[in-house]
């Protein structure tokens, strides 16, 4: 079984302990809706607890493998692309989630992509609500 299937596969078992397994402990997560990317493992880990929670119908639906340029230092690695399909709050949602993977065929930086844009919204804002809710990221000051 490959990286990118053991991924999958922990993913649509909604796995959070095999993802654990998967992931560096210096793992950059970028999202489509934050400019800099959550780091480190017990985060990404977090952010997946979120994730698996927001997403309904979700589906994996195409895999592709190859290299590719890390955002993090440049250097090209073994990489993975899965397409995916699912709703959030009633918004269908198209995506990828780039892999790259390190000499161990570990999860090194993770990057998400998803449109249209009404459901990047869609998505940022109930991710938002949980990572507020499961005490990851600070509530928005009231005012």
């Known amino acids: 079984m490959t990286p990118a299937d053991r991924f999958r596969s922990a993913v649509e078992s909604r796995d959070l302990a095999a993802l654990d397994g998967l992931f560096t402990d210096d793992i950059r997560f970028y999202s489509p809706v934050k400019f800099k990317p959550f780091e480190g493992k017990p985060m990404v880990l977090g952010l997946f607890g979120v994730l698996l929670r927001t997403f309904e119908d979700f589906r994996y639906v195409g895999h592709h493998t190859g290299t590719a340029e890390t955002s993090t230092d440049g250097t090209t690695t073994s990489s ?29 930086e993770f ?19 949980g990572l507020v809710a499961d005490g990851l990221v600070p509530a928005p000051a009231e005012g």
């Open 111 to 129: 990057t998400v992509m998803v449109r249209p844009q009404s459901a990047v919204h869609a998505l940022g804002e109930a991710v938002f609500s």
């Open 80 to 108: 993975a692309v899965l397409v995916f399909r699912a709703t959030v709050n009633g918004r269908e949602i198209h995506g990828i989630d780039l892999l790259h993977f390190d000499d161990d065929d570990r999860i090194k």
